[in-house]
């Protein structure tokens, strides 16, 4: 199994720009969820699915973030207008229900 | 949010063994103890978990008290490799990991 996949690896952008990340999950795991991290508030959750539906979109910091799931072996999260605060890593996971939770390599995201 | 208490860092000598410890002096009944590890601009790695008894895999070995309010982690046989970052998290069911701060876990050559 080639793991989760995430791309881009590293994205620069400028600020006002919309930003678009993606997630395939592992096939046959029924969740899904998306990560931020940074130097300052460590790994946080924004978002998880179960079974392709939004559960908790708590950690989602505004308005400007959106996360679909539009089948079961694709994810994108959403970042529009982006801001310099939102620059960190994005990671995406998938697990099978309770099992441990598999990370992709993560999306560097600067915006300028 | 914090329910668990680690070390911010912790050195050991490579080809030792490697006794990482978690307070989790909250537990409550339905909640696991999980492990995972984070090295350098990777995506953290899941380790291990237990509920009550003591588990072992390929990677290591979690001790867990019979009280349940702590927990350690053994890395048997540690190599340069395991540097990394290691997070110990309570969870129940399919919900948000709670990451911390975690142990900075330094081998030393």
């Known amino acids: 199994d080639a793991g989760v996949i995430q791309s881009p690896r590293h994205e620069v952008t400028e600020m006002g720009q919309e930003v678009t990340l993606r997630c395939k999950p592992i096939s046959g795991h029924d969740y899904l969820f998306w990560y931020r991290q940074t130097m300052m508030r460590g790994l946080e959750l924004l978002i998880y699915f179960n079974n392709n539906v939004p559960i908790d979109d708590s950690g989602m910091p505004e308005d400007r973030f959106s996360a679909k799931m539009p089948n079961a072996s694709f994810s994108t999260l959403k970042i529009q207008p982006s801001e310099p605060r939102d620059s960190a890593v994005y990671f995406c996971?998938?697990?099978?229900?309770?099992?441990?939770?598999?990370f992709g390599s993560g999306t560097r995201l600067t915006v300028v | 949010d914090a329910k668990t208490t680690q070390p911010p860092s912790m050195d050991c000598a490579e080809g030792r063994a490697a006794n990482l410890p978690c307070n989790h002096s909250t537990i409550s009944g339905n909640e696991y103890v999980y492990w995972y590890r984070q090295i350098h601009s990777q995506g953290p790695q899941y380790i291990i978990h237990g509920l009550k008894n003591n588990e072992t895999n390929e990677m290591a070995s979690l001790i867990i008290t019979e009280d349940r309010k702590s927990s350690t982690l053994i890395l048997p046989h540690a190599t340069l490799r395991d540097t990394a970052v290691y997070y110990c998290?309570?969870?129940?069911?399919?919900?948000?990991?709670?990451f911390g701060t975690g142990t900075r876990l330094t081998v030393i050559p």
């Open positions: 998290i309570l969870k129940t069911g399919a919900n948000n990991l709670f």
């Open positions: 996971a998938s697990s099978f229900y309770d099992y441990g939770y598999t």
